[in-house]
């Protein structure tokens, strides 16, 4: 058990709709990332949050959207849904500390299985 | 913009035997991490073992070592005395300080033979 908890574990739904991913980090973590893994693929980076900032974004789609609560708790909306957006949907959270000597291990979650149908 | 290369879709290791695995990135970055993570069939993501840049040194964690070639930007990943658990995918990462951006590469699918 990484620590960290992501809600639900499996989502059905339809094309067009709008889904609400969620991921509690670890405790102490103050940074969390969001992926998408479909089926068979590597992990593609979406978002990153930094204390409730948005930190770094990769290749996330304008119908996809994320926040960080002031609880640190993270959700990825996901709108207009179509077929492609099937995958499975990891959350990861890490310390981020700028001094040199940190490492930085991210601790992922055990993702949302979205299917739309 | 900075890349990962895992150029081997998937691997075969007899139990017992050594097996390594290729990874290749690229950066003009000076400070950042590469990471190996394990997914096994369960999807769960694993940290195998880490590397910070600046350490010539390359880690070691009990059967898992990396051989880290900084200037040829080659990360690889030697599991020893192969396990039928550590059948997986394996992903090579990267993370750099300055954009905080993680990338991984495709993985590589390790398959353990009794």
């Known amino acids: 058990d990484s620590g960290v908890t992501q809600t639900p574990k499996h989502l059905i739904t339809a094309t067009g709709q709008r889904v609400t991913l969620r991921c509690s980090p670890r405790s102490g973590d103050l940074s969390v990332y969001w992926y998408q893994q479909s089926l068979d693929q590597g992990l593609q980076f979406l978002i990153q949050y930094y204390n409730g900032e948005e930190r770094a974004k990769g290749n996330i789609l304008e119908r996809f959207s994320a926040q960080q609560f002031p609880d640190l708790h993270s959700e990825l909306n996901l709108s207009s849904l179509e077929l492609g957006d099937s995958a499975l949907y990891f959350c990861?959270?890490?310390?981020?500390?700028?001094?040199?000597?940190?490492?930085?291990?991210?601790?992922f979650g055990p993702g949302t299985r979205l299917t739309v149908l | 913009a900075q890349t990962v290369t895992q150029s081997q879709p998937e691997m075969s290791v007899q139990e017992a035997e050594t097996v390594t695995l290729s990874c290749t990135y690229d950066?003009?970055?000076?400070?950042?991490?590469l990471f190996w993570y394990k997914q096994p069939p369960s999807r769960q993501m694993i940290l195998v073992i880490r590397q910070e840049a600046y350490k010539q040194q390359n880690a070691t964690e009990n059967r898992f070592s990396v051989n880290f070639q900084k200037a040829a930007k080659s990360f690889s990943l030697k599991i020893s005395d192969s396990q039928l658990g550590d059948a997986a995918m394996y992903f090579c990462a990267y993370w750099e300080e300055r954009t905080y951006k993680y990338i991984f590469g495709t993985g590589t699918r390790l398959k353990v033979l009794a």
């Open positions: 990861a959270s890490s310390v981020v500390d700028q001094a040199h000597s940190s490492y930085n291990e991210q601790f």
């Open positions: 950066t003009s970055e000076s400070d950042y991490y």
